[in-house]
Structure formats: structure tokens, C-alpha cells
Nanobody, 121 residues
Framework: QVQLVESGGGLVQAGGSLRLSCAASGRTFSTYAMGWFRQATGKDREFVASINWNVRNTFYADSVKGIFTISKDNAKNTVYLQMNSLKPEDTAVYYC??????????????WGQGTQVTVSS
């Protein structure tokens, strides 16, 4: 059974930083690409960042390129999202997932509970 447990969210002022973590299980983590997605209130879930199975390639949404960094620790079955220079528009629930393919970052259907990130102005 796939389990995705996101953590590390919180309330931060604009310009601040947060590091999100996602502990993933139920699939052979080291052989899967992973992605981060976010969903703001009243909006559709959107792609944020992805990383391929062997950590050699990363992809980012234009809105976070150069500001957010995705990383993957295959020994810990954990994927991270370092978020710097946060803006109020980054406020959302953040989710991770295993990916079916890259670079289109198609996620599987099962999602975790997500972690809330709130950026105050």
C-alpha cells in the first residue's frame, strides 16, 4: 500500500524559507521519479518540481525555478523541497507523489494528506 507523509509546512513571513519532507513507501522508492505539487484554496492542484529516479535531473515550474530546490534521498525513502524567498502566492497545501513519467510529471492516483504552507505579507 502506497503511503505518502508530507511534513515541514507552517506559517512564514514573505521572504522566509521552509524545507518540506515527504516520507514515501509502498513502491521501490529508488526506482521512481518523485514530484511535489501544490493546491491553493479554490484552485486546481499544480506541478511544482520533480526529480528523476537516480537524482540526476530536476524539473521546476517556471514560478519556482531558481528559488525552490527538490532533492531525493534514496537511502531514506524521502524527497525534500527547499523553498526560499517565499511569497504570499506560494500559500497552498503541498503534496508529494510518485511519478509515472518525466518530464510531464504524471502522478499516480494516491495522495497523502499534504502539508500546509502559509506565507504572510
Amino acid at each position: 500500500q502506497v503511503q505518502l507523509v508530507e511534513s515541514g509546512g507552517g506559517l512564514v513571513q514573505a521572504g522566509g524559507s521552509l524545507r518540506l519532507s515527504c516520507a514515501a513507501s509502498g513502491r521501490t522508492f529508488s526506482t521512481y521519479a518523485m514530484g511535489w505539487f501544490r493546491q491553493a484554496t479554490g484552485k486546481d492542484r499544480e506541478f511544482v518540481a520533480s526529480i528523476n529516479w537516480n537524482v540526476r535531473n530536476t524539473f521546476y515550474a517556471d514560478s519556482v525555478k531558481g528559488i525552490f530546490t527538490i532533492s531525493k534521498d534514496n537511502a531514506k525513502n524521502t524527497v525534500y523541497l527547499q523553498m526560499n524567498s517565499l511569497k504570499p502566492e506560494d500559500t497552498a497545501v503541498y503534496y508529494c507523489n510518485f511519478l509515472r513519467s518525466l518530464p510531464d510529471a504524471r502522478p499516480y492516483d494516491s495522495w497523502g494528506q499534504g502539508t500546509q504552507v502559509t506565507v504572510s505579507s
